[in-house]
């Protein structure tokens, strides 16, 4: 599974299909993310005691930006160690459709040294949709301690909720009919940065 220190050749960048329209590129991810950096510093009032979690795949990717964000934002020196600022949150044995797909691999979850408990939690994602995803992560959290808040922060919202949950920060929120797909793609998992959406019919769509 492909997470934020993937190894290797990235793959080569995929152009949109001829059905697909973009509604992101790199420059607006970009300035989506600057954006959600500072409203969850703003949020909590700075940095001190927050965590951000990436859920896998695009996730953690995410969180790994924001992190540099905040990081620079607040001054820190360029490549000062950030684990103890973000991680990687797996859901794959917390997911509600892991009976009809057992054969999904679990991603690696890494906390920072000192814990969640009593710490903000950030969860980051790249598209919310149904809200079973964030379900699964917040089950996955409560296994491993006790926050003292959890926020949401994704870089798309579809809309087509099935649960009662809401993102906190949203870099775009993106109306979509239930047959299209969003792609995204991000240059440490895909080799570029970009946001489509699919409509049916279409090759390579994901949500």
Excluded: C
């Excluded at 794959?92 to 939690?121: E, F, K, Q």
Aim: overall charge neutral; aromatic content about 2%.
């Amino acid at each position: 599974m492909n997470d934020d220190t993937s190894a290797g050749p990235r793959p080569a960048a995929s152009p949109p299909a001829a059905d697909s329209s973009r509604v992101l590129g790199p420059e607006e991810i970009r300035r989506a993310l600057t954006r959600i950096a500072h409203e969850v510093l703003e949020s909590g009032h700075g940095a001190e005691d927050l965590v951000l979690l990436g859920i896998p795949h695009r996730g953690v990717p995410l969180a790994r930006r924001l992190a540099e964000q905040i990081a620079r934002a607040e001054g820190r020196p360029e490549g000062e160690d950030l684990t103890e600022l973000y991680g990687a949150l797996d859901i794959t044995m917390y997911r509600d459709d892991l009976r009809s797909n057992p054969t999904r691999a679990p991603s690696p979850t890494r906390i920072p040294r000192s814990g969640i408990d009593g710490r903000t939690v950030v969860l980051v994602d790249d598209v919310l949709y149904s809200g079973r995803t964030i379900r699964a992560a917040l089950d996955a959290l409560s296994a491993i301690g006790r926050p003292a808040a959890v926020r949401l922060a994704v870089l798309v919202d579809r809309g087509h909720r099935q649960l009662p949950i809401r993102a906190d920060h949203v870099g775009k929120n993106l109306p979509t009919a239930r047959s299209e797909r969003v792609h995204v793609q991000l240059a440490e998992t895909d080799g570029t940065d970009a946001v489509d959406i699919v409509r049916p019919g279409a090759q390579g769509e994901r949500s």
